[in-house]
């Protein structure tokens, strides 16, 4: 069983930046992949970055060159660092820690403001 909670999620204007974090229960490198995902309302959640063990990375082409997943294995923490945001970026993340199966947050509220 894993647990992930995550923070940092909040109001900004266009063009701002924003960074989430994602704290895990246990060892991050005990994690297959751990991933941000958001959802639109209506839809589907769907995968914005995430990262792999052995730090391999991968990114929604909407997000590529816009943010940054990270991880800081000391405090079995991954990070998403947003920046130039886009009132389209409006959504809730989620983040996911994969191992037997996927395991989810809370979720966070992230808006942005044209």
């Known amino acids: 069983q894993v647990q992930v909670v995550e923070s940092g999620g909040g109001l900004v204007q266009a063009g701002g930046s924003l960074r989430l974090s994602c704290a895990a229960s246990?060892?991050?490198?005990?994690?297959?992949?751990m991933g941000w995902y958001r959802q639109f309302p209506g839809k589907q959640r769907e995968l914005v970055a995430e990262?792999?063990?052995?730090?391999?990375?991968n990114y929604a082409d909407s997000v590529k060159g816009r943010f940054t997943i990270s991880r800081d294995g000391a405090k079995n923490t991954v990070y998403l660092q947003m920046n130039s945001l886009k009132p389209e970026d409006t959504a809730i993340y989620y983040c996911?820690?994969?191992?037997?199966?996927?395991?989810w947050g809370q979720g966070t509220q992230v808006t942005v403001s044209s």
């Open positions: 996911a820690a994969v191992t037997d199966r996927r395991y």
């Open positions: 246990v060892s991050i490198f005990s994690i297959n992949a």
């Open positions: 990262i792999i063990s052995g730090a391999s990375t």
